[in-house]
């Protein structure tokens, strides 16, 4: 498989901090899999509420 492109720059950007996920830096595989669960990335939620892990939309939708 080939590594994406912009890997170094999302990483640089991406909030998550969860350490064990392989799909950190690949944003495209990261959006596919939360969607998949109804779910939103990491960067949708601010450090403290993406510290929770709660990728819900419905938690989202209680933030915004
Ligand atoms: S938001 Fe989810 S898929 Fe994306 S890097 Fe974090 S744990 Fe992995």
Excluded: V
Aim: aromatic share 12%.
């Amino acid at each position: 498989m080939t590594k994406c492109q912009n890997f170094k720059n999302n990483l640089k950007l991406c909030n998550c901090t969860y350490e064990p996920c392989s799909r950190k830096g690949i944003c495209c595989e990261c959006i596919s899999y939360h969607r998949q669960q109804n779910e939103l990335p990491a960067c949708y939620f601010s450090q403290k509420d993406e510290k929770i892990y709660n990728r819900t939309i419905s938690f989202f939708k209680t933030k915004n």
